[in-house]
């Protein structure tokens, strides 16, 4: 257990990246978005920034990569900067014990979606988001705020992906289609999918990533810009969300081996917040059967266990 000497986080991530480099391209990459199916399975990168401003990585944690479902923790934050609690008449706040592109639980609760880091949820919430914007602003927007986040200008959605999920995204119109049926939806399908698929396109690095998440372990406000971005009460709620239903039907697990907030991403990614010391990005494209990044997860339990990071004690 560590004590109260500082910790050597370099050490700890450069430790964990040796230990898993044999175990390098276990898991599933996601094939069902053709782009995805060829990235690297040997990827690995990791990236802690802690709230006094201190940057350890390791591996591959400067090659961008598809940040996917990781976007919806964003979405989510600006939906709530633009509506407030309202957002809460359209999306539940639970956790969903079902697959993250179930249309079942839809159909039983008549349209609205269990939680906003479910696929059918994240439609729900960019539908928000689009609200006075065409697409092409809402997009924009999107891409701002991220950068601001990460006070990183060159942060970009990689177009490719995007196609490639709008020719494959059969699944999410079925989605969209039955929400838009129960009234669920303001605008029309296409128009919100195709800021959906290009959120999801968001290509950052394990350090952009991490940057962009220390707001939520700074209690609001980004300690390396001075930007203030949601209240405290605001970041505690959505990190509260992130660890009940960050990892989809993987969430309960990951919140007892980890035991800090997360949302991950079908494209190997995972940002970890957390509260009081570091936001965290680990990436490795293998999944796991929940769709989670397989060494990613093992790299937080790994990390957590080392440093003694947990909202539920040390």
């Known amino acids: 257990m560590p004590g109260t000497e ?35 399975p040997t990827r690995f990168g990791m990236a802690v920034v802690t709230v006094d401003g201190s940057v350890y990585r390791a591996g591959d944690a400067e ?21 407030g609690e309202n957002i809460w008449k359209r999306v539940g706040r639970e956790p969903s014990g079902s697959a993250f592109n179930s249309i079942v639980q839809l159909e039983h609760e008549h349209g609205i979606p269990r939680n906003p880091f479910i696929n059918a949820g994240a439609i729900a919430i960019t539908d928000l988001v689009l609200a006075g914007h065409t697409p092409r602003e809402a997009i924009g927007e999107i891409v701002r705020f991220v950068r601001y986040l990460a006070d990183e200008e060159d942060i970009v959605i990689d177009a490719e992906v995007a196609r490639s999920e709008a020719a494959t995204g059969y699944r999410n119109f079925a989605l969209a289609n039955f929400m838009r049926s129960f009234g669920k939806l303001d605008h029309p399908v296409e128009h919100v999918l195709g800021v959906y698929f290009h959120q999801c396109a968001l290509a950052m690095s394990c350090v952009q990533l991490a940057k962009a998440g220390l707001f ?18 605001r970041a505690r709620r959505i990190n509260a969300l992130m660890l009940t239903c960050g990892h989809y039907d ?23 917040a957390a509260p009081g010391k570091a936001s965290v990005a680990v990436w490795s494209p293998g999944l796991n059967h929940n769709g989670n990044s397989l060494l990613g997860s093992l790299a937080l339990e790994m990390l957590a266990s080392r440093t003694g990071w947990s909202v539920f004690g040390g």
């Open 6 to 40: 500082p910790l050597d986080l370099q050490s700890i991530v450069d430790d964990i990246y040796r230990e898993l480099t044999p175990r390098l391209g276990e898991g599933k990459v996601a094939d069902y978005i053709p782009q995805l199916a060829r990235v690297d």
């Open 216 to 233: 939520l372990a700074a209690s609001g406000s980004n300690p390396l810009t001075q930007h203030s971005v949601v209240s405290r009460q």
């Open 63 to 83: 090659i961008p990569f598809s940040i996917q479902s990781i976007s919806k923790v964003f979405t989510l934050t600006l939906a709530l900067g633009k509506h």
């Open 250 to 272: 993987g969430s309960g697990d990951f919140a007892y081996r980890v035991g800090l907030p997360g949302k991950s991403g079908v494209g190997g990614g995972i940002l970890v």
